[in-house]
Structure formats: C-alpha cells, structure tokens
C-alpha cells in the first residue's frame, strides 16, 4: 500500500493478492489475469481529509467456467465510486443534519447523499409488513393549497405510516386495501373522515373492518355547519344585531372552558345568542353534540345520537336538517366508536409533521423520495432533517 497526500486529502493506493483471486461467478480459484482497470472510491474522511482509494480492479478468466469478468471488490458494492463504510457514514450524519449540509461536509454532490438516502428508505421501507395490520387511520393532506391531495395510511399500534398515495379517490386507495387483504391481515377497524371514497374503498376491500368515523371531523363539519348559519344570519341582521353579530364566528366555535373572561368573550357570546334565536338553536346543539362521545354505553349512545338527530331536523333550520342528515347516514360508523375507540389524531400529528418536513426541505422534485421518507417518519427524533 502506498500513501499520498494532495489537495489536503489522503489517497490509499492499494491492491488485490493475486494469490487469493476467484472467479465471482463460480467462486473456483483457477483463473487467468487479463490486466486491471483502476477505479477511486471515496472513504470516510480522517478528521477534515478527504479519503480516496485507489484500487486496480483485476480482470480473470475462469478456467472451470470460462466467465471473463472482474473479481469482486470487497468493501464497495458493484457499480459504486464510494466504499460501504462511506455509505454507513452518509446515513449516520442524515440522521442528524440536512442533505445539503452532509454534502457540503463531505465536499460531495447534493446528489449522492440523496442517492444513498434513497436507496436505504427503499431498502427499509418500500415493502412494508402488512400482516400484522389491526388498526387503521385514513386521512389526506395538503401539501399546497389548490393543488392535489395525497391520502397516508397509518397503523394506529405501531404509530407508522404504510401508505401514501397521490390523490384521495377509490382507484387511488383500492390497491393498497387489497394487498392488505392478500397478506392475511385480520384488520378489525379503520378510521376514516367522512370522505365518501374513503368508506367505499374500506367496505369494498376489507367487508369484516368496523368504520370508525373520527370523531374531530364530526365536529369539524358541525363547526362549519354552524360558521354557515351565522354567516346566514349576519346577512338577515340589522341594526344592533349586526353589530352584536360582529367578530362572534370563533366565539360560537370555541368550547365554553377556553372562553376567556378577560376579553369578555362569555358575555359576548351570551349575548349574541340571547338575540338570535337560531344561532343559539345550532350552538347548543354543537355543544350537545359533543357528549356523543361521553355516553356510558354504545346502548346509551344510540339514545343520545336518534334525540339529537330529531330535535336537529324539527328545529326549522336548513343547515342543522343537513347535518342530521349526515349523521343519520353515518350512525353504525359513529357508534362504532363504542366497539373501537380509534380516531384519526394520531395521523393528524403525523401530517403536520409532514408539512414541516416539506417546510424544511423547501419541497420535494423526487415524489418517490418525498413518499419514503414519509414511510420513515415515525423514526425521526426530535428534529425533522430534510
């Protein structure tokens, strides 16, 4: 071996006993040189060096198989210009810091530590076990706003997305929900919104999973449902009940512990609908609507939900006739709740997370890499790197 300094780095130049040469197809010892072809391959640094090995790769005959090829090297895997040792490195460093800032550590391309990145996500995590699938959450994110949504699946027990998929439609989800079903998976439950898609693609593929509708985008409609009437009923005002009116929207959403006094939100709002006869009609209703949840039993709860869905549709409202009519529509998949107390929580966190990770990362070309490293987020630590 022989030993070069240049450029502040150090160069290895070094080579392969011609003794303990094999033919890598057979892997027999009698074989013929046919010269060598040199190739560099870049190291792990030495403090702030740059590592490079120079290596002669020979090029054999093989006497038992007559394959005519070059033996295989060792430490780098084929078709790479950087040794396996670099490539642990690579990985270890991304664990802690951006693409950008390992290449510019490395005095490398942006490009290969994607490279590599790439190739251990696919490794890891383009073939996730399905088998063990109980518990699911199925939900979309935004990525920009006007532009086309991606649907994430995620295995409630372990907290790991399995899925993602660009688009939100039953053609979008079926495939995933049939592999799923091919791998024996016993999936007792899935939570979903209430996404038409979503529940068709989750009856049509897995018959025996409860449809668990999740409890936050129950109240998220309600909410709209209720901004709606006050916007209708802002409208129709005049005078002094246009002005109470005024700056009242996230007064009726707020729930009536996190009002503040100071402000004096509480009278505010009493006010407004001690004025508004129908206004108040659907904020207590909203309110009500919560304890479907707090019920003792799944009996008890089905009493609750057929008196709210009959007082809402006989309260001579439109917008609360509609939003009986949703729950009446989707009663088995809210009292389902009782059987299978899941929601979509925990993937709401995890798509923050992904919107953070895009944030940081200032966007994704590679829609391949950006879905990997959305399969390995529930790996990250403490900070997000792009």
Sequence with gaps: M???????????????????????????APVILR??????????PIGRKRVTIVLPVPRI????CGAVRQVEIPFAKERRRHTRSFERYVLELSRLMTISDVARHLGVGWDLVKEILKRDLLRRFSKPKLRDLRLLAIDEISLRRGFSLMTVVMDLESGAVVHVVEGRSLKALEPFLRKVRRSGARVEAVAVDFAGAYSLAVTTCLPKAA????????????????????HDV???????????????????????????EERRERERLEEALRLNRPLAVGYYLKEELRELWEQEDKTAAAAFLTDWIQ??????????????????GHRSGLLAWYDHPISTGPLEGTNNKIKVMKRMAYGYRDMEFFKLKILALHETRQTLVG
């Excluded at 006993?17 to 197809?25: E, Y």
């Excluded at 129709?236 to 009726?252: N, P, S």
């Excluded at 549709?313 to 609360?320: D, E, M, N, V």
């Design 234 to 260: 802002w409208r129709e005002a005049v005078g002094m009940q246009k002005k109470v009116l005024k700056g009242t929207r996230w007064l009726l959403l707020k729930g009536p512990a996190k009002l503040s």
């Design 2 to 28: 022989r030993t070069e300094y240049a450029d502040g780095g150090v160069i290895f130049n070094i080579s392969q006993d011609r003794d303990r040469l094999v033919c890598p197809a057979c892997g027999n």
């Design 311 to 328: 007082r809402a549709s006989t309260a001579g409202i439109r917008l609360l006739r509609t939003m009986a009519a949703t729950l009446a």
């Design 35 to 44: 010269g060598a072809s040199e190739r560099r391959f870049l190291a792990p």
């Design 211 to 230: 449809l668990v509708y999740d409890r936050f985008h129950v109240m998220k409609l309600m909410n709209t449902k209720l901004s709606q009437l006050r």
């Design 61 to 64: 005959e093989c006497l038992s």
